[in-house]
């Protein structure tokens, strides 16, 4: 009994202390346009990709559809974007992004942190 609580609480101080180590990197533009843009992120939980480009346009695929439209970077709000998704107008709106290693997190739907997208491609 002892040697399995003993084991438990090793593996849930290795666990904490691993994600408290992970700091999230608030987001500049310049910093977002060096860190960012021009590279490919794919979705941790499923298969949906992520391109931003220099030249302000975004796309977004995933097995629902493609969004297809123009993105900024503007200090203190984030990723702000509009375009069309499967042929749906999407209004223009600001989504918060930070930065953990080779992950970002954008944050929608009040806040909450989506799964983060991977660098996949450099």
């Known amino acids: 009994m002892i040697k399995r609580c003993l084991t438990q609480i090793c593996a849930f101080t290795l666990v904490a202390s ?3 180590s992970l700091e999230f990197t608030e987001l500049t533009e310049e910093v977002f346009d060096a860190k960012v843009v ?4 794919l979705h941790s939980s499923d298969d949906r990709t992520l391109k931003i480009q220099s030249d302000g346009s975004v796309t977004f695929v995933s097995p ?3 969004f297809v439209g123009e993105w900024e970077f503007i ?3 984030g990723f702000c ?4 998704f499967a042929g749906t107008d999407i209004p223009y709106a600001c989504e918060e992004v930070k930065l953990v ?3 970002i997190f954008i944050f929608v739907n ?7 997208y991977i660098l996949l491609v450099d």
């Open 38 to 41: 021009g590279k490919t992120w």
């Open 110 to 116: 009040n806040g909450k942190a989506d799964d983060p």
């Open 75 to 77: 200090n203190g709000k």
């Open 81 to 84: 974007r509009k375009g069309k």
């Open 18 to 20: 691993y994600a408290h």
């Open 101 to 103: 290693g080779e992950r």
């Open 64 to 66: 629902a559809g493609e």
